[in-house]
C-alpha cells in the first residue's frame, strides 16, 4: 500500500536546513526539483572544457532511455534486451529527416520518437503473450535483427558510412558542446517530469498493479494487456528520443553505434541506478559514460591493446554489478537512501539495531525474481 508523499521532507534534525518544503501536488513538486535541477546543471556545464559537457550531455540521453526502460521493466515488470534498436530507430530518423528534408529540430525530434513509439507499438503487441525469458528472447532478436535491416538498403541508411547529423546552431558564443549539452539535459528532465506524474497517476498504480499479479489486476477490472502495449510504447518513445540525442553526440548515425552490448549494458546500469527509481538512472548513466573510458584507460595502462577494452569494459561493468547487488540490492539509490534514513534516525536519537539487508521499495523488484508462476 503506497504512502502519501508529505509536502514536508524533514533532511536532517541538527541541520541549519531543517525542512525544504514542496507543493503537495506532484506537478508542482516535480517541475520545482527539475527546475532545480536545471540551475544546477547549467552552473556545471558553464564551468566545465568542451569535452566534459560532451560527457554530461551524454548522461543526460541515456537517462532518458534508462528512465523508459525502468518504467518498462521496473514499474510493469516486463524485460527488455532490444532498448538500443529503439534508440537506432530514433536515431535514423532523426538522421534521415536532417539528410533529405528541412523542418524543425523539434519536429525531426517528435518524429524519432513517433517512429520508435510505433515499433514499440508492434513489439508490444505480440509481447503480452509471453513473460520472463521468452520475452528478453523476443526483444533480443529485435537488436539482433535491425542492425542487417541498415546495411542491406545501404543507398537509404548510408550502410557503414551511416548518415551525418548536424547540431541547432547555437546562440552567441555558446560552444556547439555545451549547447548540445544544454538541448540533452533539457529533455532529460522533461522526460523525467513527464514519467514522475505518469506514475503518480492510475496509470503508474495500474502498470505497479499489473507487474506483482496479472490475475488480480484483470479480476480488479484493469486490462492487463493494453497496460503493458502502453508501457512498452512508452519506453520505446523515450529510447528513441535517447537515440535521436545519441546521434547528435556521434554526428554520424551507423549501426556500429547501436551494438547488441548496448542493450545489455542499458538493463545492467537499470538495475545498478535502482530499479523502478527514475533518480536511480542518473547513477546508471553515469556508469555507462564512464565506464568504458576507465576500462580503455585501464587496458592502456597494462598495454592490452584497444581491441581488449571494449571486453574489459564488459568485464568491469560485470563486476560493479555484482559488487553493487551485494551491497545495494536495491541498486545505488536504494542503497543511498537506505543509508540516509539509518543516519537520520541514528542522528535523531534513536539507536536500534537496523537490518542487514535495505528492505526494498514498493517499486522496486529484482530481477532474479519472477511471478509468472
Request: aromatic share 8%.
Amino acid at each position: 500500500m503506497t504512502q502519501a508523499v508529505p509536502s514536508a521532507v524533514r533532511l536532517d534534525g541538527g541541520s541549519w536546513l531543517r525542512r525544504i518544503r514542496l507543493p503537495a501536488q506532484p506537478l508542482g513538486r516535480h517541475l520545482i526539483l527539475a527546475l532545480g535541477g536545471a540551475v544546477v546543471l547549467y552552473l556545471v556545464t558553464s564551468a566545465l572544457s568542451p569535452y566534459n559537457d560532451y560527457e554530461v550531455g551524454e548522461i543526460a540521453l541515456y537517462v532518458i532511455a534508462l528512465a523508459g526502460l525502468s518504467l518498462l521493466t521496473g514499474v510493469n515488470g516486463q524485460i527488455s534486451l532490444g532498448h538500443g534498436a529503439f534508440m537506432a530507430v530514433g536515431a535514423y530518423t532523426t538522421a534521415l529527416l536532417m539528410t533529405h528534408t528541412h523542418v524543425n529540430f523539434i519536429l525531426e525530434l517528435l518524429a524519432a520518437i513517433a517512429s520508435a513509439a510505433v515499433l514499440g507499438l508492434l513489439i508490444g503487441i505480440p509481447a503480452t503473450r509471453l513473460k520472463g525469458p521468452y520475452l528478453a528472447g523476443m526483444t533480443l532478436l529485435l537488436a539482433l535483427a535491425l542492425p542487417p535491416i541498415a546495411d542491406k538498403w545501404s543507398g537509404t541508411f548510408g550502410g557503414d558510412q551511416g548518415l551525418t547529423t548536424t547540431v541547432p546552431a547555437a546562440p552567441g558564443s555558446v560552444n556547439p558542446e555545451r549547447w548540445l549539452a544544454w538541448i540533452q539535459i533539457m529533455g532529460a528532465l522533461v522526460t523525467l517530469v513527464l514519467l514522475a506524474n505518469l506514475l503518480r497517476s492510475r496509470f503508474g498504480r495500474t502498470f505497479r498493479a499489473v507487474r506483482d499479479d496479472e490475475i488480480a489486476a484483470s479480476l480488479a477490472g484493469i486490462h492487463v494487456a493494453r497496460t503493458k502495449v502502453t508501457a512498452f510504447v512508452i519506453s520505446a518513445a523515450c529510447a528513441g528520443l535517447a537515440g535521436a540525442f545519441l546521434g547528435l553526440s556521434t554526428g554520424v548515425v551507423n549501426t556500429g553505434e547501436f551494438p547488441l552490448t548496448l542493450s545489455i549494458q542499458l538493463l545492467a546500469a537499470m538495475v545498478l541506478g535502482g530499479t523502478g527509481s527514475l533518480m536511480g538512472m542518473w547513477w546508471g548513466a553515469i556508469l555507462l559514460v564512464y565506464l568504458p573510458q576507465w576500462s580503455t584507460s585501464l587496458s592502456g595502462h597494462f598495454s592490452l591493446g584497444s581491441g581488449a577494452s571494449a571486453y574489459l569494459a564488459t568485464i568491469i561493468f560485470g563486476v560493479v554489478l555484482i559488487v553493487v547487488m551485494i551491497a545495494a540490492p536495491t541498486g545505488i539509490q536504494g542503497g543511498l537512501r537506505w543509508s540516509w534514513g539509518r543516519i537520520s534516525h541514528y542522528r535523531s536519537g534513536s539507536h536500534s539495531i537496523s537490518p542487514r539487508v535495505p528492505p526494498r521499495p514498493d517499486d522496486s523488484r529484482p530481477l532474479s525474481r519472477s511471478h509468472d508462476t
